[in-house]
Structures are given as C-alpha cells and as structure tokens.
C-alpha cells in the first residue's frame, strides 16, 4: 500500500515507517496535519492513512473525517488512528470521525502488519467492487453514471478559463448489422468501436445499446470537433472481422458540445445530443458541432 503517517515525533515516524518499509509498503511521513492532508487530497495513489490523534494544526480526528470524505467517491482509503491513550471513548472517536481502526501508541510490529493484511483485504475488495459498478461489460469502458459522475467532476474543479468538451457519438444503422450478421457479431462491432475511441486524456464510455460519450478535459470545441472528425475517419477505416461472416464495416454519427460557464451536465449533454440528432439527419457518417 501506499501509505501516509502523521505523528508529531519524528522519532515516532521513523520507526513506524521503517516497519512499514520492512514489509514493503510505500510511506510519505509528516508532522504537520494540514501538509498531510494536502498531500493525501493531491495522490490518489495514497490508499492508507495512519494518524497519531495528537497533531497539529488540524486535529487528528479532523484529519480522519477530510480524509474520509475526499475518498468517499471512487478512491478506496483506509484510514488508521492511534494514540497512547487508549480507551474506549478515544477509540469510538476516531471511528465516528471516519477512521476503519485504531491502534495504541508505540504500535507494536506484529499488531500493524496484522492489521495492514486485513486492510489490504477489504482495500481489494472495495477496489473491485468499484470497477464491477464502473464498468460497462461488454466493452470494458466506463458505464453511464461513472461517465456522468466524471463529467460533474470535471465542471465541478474547473477554473473558469479551463475548456471542457463533450462528444456524444452513435454507430450508423447498427439495428442492420445485428439484423444481418446476429447479435453475437453486432457484439463484436460494438467492442471494436469502442476500443477504436479509446485514447490516452479522454474519459470514454458508453451510454447505452451503441451510443457513447467522450469527455474532453481541457479541451475547447474547436479541439473536440477536429478530434471527432478523426475519429469518425478511423471508425469508418475499421475492418472488423467476424468468424464464418467475414469484414464488416461500420460508420459512425458524432455531436459536439462545449460547456459553458454556470452550464449544468444536463444542459451541456443534451446539446451534443442535438448535435447528434443533427449528424444523424443530414445523412449520418458526420460531425456536428
Ligand atoms: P441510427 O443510424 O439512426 O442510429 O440507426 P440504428 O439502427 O443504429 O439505431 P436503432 O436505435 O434503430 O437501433 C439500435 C440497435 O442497437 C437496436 C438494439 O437491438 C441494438 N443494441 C442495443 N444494445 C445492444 C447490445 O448490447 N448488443 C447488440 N448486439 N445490439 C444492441
Ligand atoms: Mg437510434
Ligand atoms: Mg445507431
Ligand atoms: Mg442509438
């Protein structure tokens, strides 16, 4: 795991982190709560936290109950408080206030490692259960709400001078391909697609039966119309071969919107949706913007 410890002592860090290490975890160490907090809030790879409740500027159980909530959406941080005072008013504290376990103070070698196994645990399984929600099946890209809860992500943080671009895209007569060929292959079309709009900066998933959305992170409308566009070449390029069927060809319709300041996902969706509407009418196999 990847794990941040915070204790006042920089004695105290040193033992706890080397114990850590001995068993290869990677550990980050601070005395200061807020530079912890920071740090934890800034990478995502951080999936554990082990804070003495005694620290400063922000209290330890303030700090377990930032951190828990900046990894209640789709970030599995586990989350372990300990102090030299043990007793059960502290312990019911710390868990209250968003921490898994607590642990008293020096922890002792044996205990940690026992109780980082069992986190590890349940850390797997959040993680898994996180992609079996996230995932569209069929083609492995994100599903509709994950595309969704991603796009109200990124409007959320933006500055007001960052662009954000979504396209909304759609196989041509795909009812025809499944008519033709049968599911199986209008399956192995879809896949293929999809595979084909996957690229490195974008957030890609699907909507629903053969429809799909990009998102474009700091991208303008201009950006995501030229990167449409090229994507509408390469699905038309696709030769996609089924068994005993042979090469199949497909094309695909796109609609481009970008979002405006103040803009909810709604709005902003619903206009690459009209995009779309448009692409399809005037003869599908196009971009509209
Ligand atoms: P248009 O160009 O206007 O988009 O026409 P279309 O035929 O692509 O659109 P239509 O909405 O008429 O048909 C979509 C078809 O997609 C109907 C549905 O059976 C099929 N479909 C939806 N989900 C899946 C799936 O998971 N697998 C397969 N093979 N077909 C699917
Ligand atoms: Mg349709
Ligand atoms: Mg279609
Ligand atoms: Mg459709």
Not at 10 to 19: E, Y
Not at 96 to 114: N, Q, T, V, Y
Not at 233 to 258: H, K, N, P, W, Y
């Amino acid at each position: 795991m990847h794990i941040v410890v915070v204790d006042p002592s920089r004695v105290a860090l040193k033992v706890i982190s080397s114990v850590l290490a001995s068993r290869g975890h990677i550990v980050s160490c601070f005395t200061d709560s807020q530079h912890a907090l920071d740090f934890v809030s800034t990478h995502e790879e951080v999936n554990g936290l082990i804070t003495s409740l005694e620290v400063l500027p922000i209290s330890g159980l303030e700090l377990c109950w930032s951190a828990r909530l900046l990894a209640q959406a789709h970030r599995s941080l586990y989350i372990i408080a300990m102090s030299s005072m043990r007793n059960s008013r502290k312990l019911s504290e710390a868990l209250d206030s968003g921490a898994d376990d607590f642990i008293s103070k020096p922890p002792i070698p044996e205990e940690l490692h026992a109780r980082l196994r069992a986190a590890e645990r349940l850390t797997f399984m959040h993680n898994e259960l996180i992609k079996l929600a996230e995932t569209d099946p069929l083609t492995g890209l994100f599903n509709r709400r994950a595309l969704f809860e991603r796009l109200q992500h990124s409007i959320g943080k933006q500055p007001c001078l960052a662009h954000v671009s979504f396209i909304m895209f759609d196989i041509d007569h795909f009812k025809s391909i499944n008519d033709r060929y049968g599911h199986d292959v209008g399956d192995l079309a879809l896949k293929a697609a999809a595979q084909e709009s996957v690229q490195d900066g974008l957030i890609v998933g699907r909507l629903g039966g053969e429809e799909f959305g990009i998102l474009c992170p700091r991208m303008d409308r201009m950006g995501a119309y030229r990167l449409a566009d090229d994507l509408r070449l390469r699905m038309a390029d696709l030769q996609i071969r089924a068994a005993q069927v042979g090469e199949i060809r497909l094309t695909c319709s796109f609609g481009v919107s970008e979002w405006k300041e103040g803009e909810s996902i709604d709005a902003l969706v619903k206009r690459a949706d009209l995009a779309l509407y448009q692409a399809k009418s005037a003869g599908r196999n196009r971009v509209v913007l």
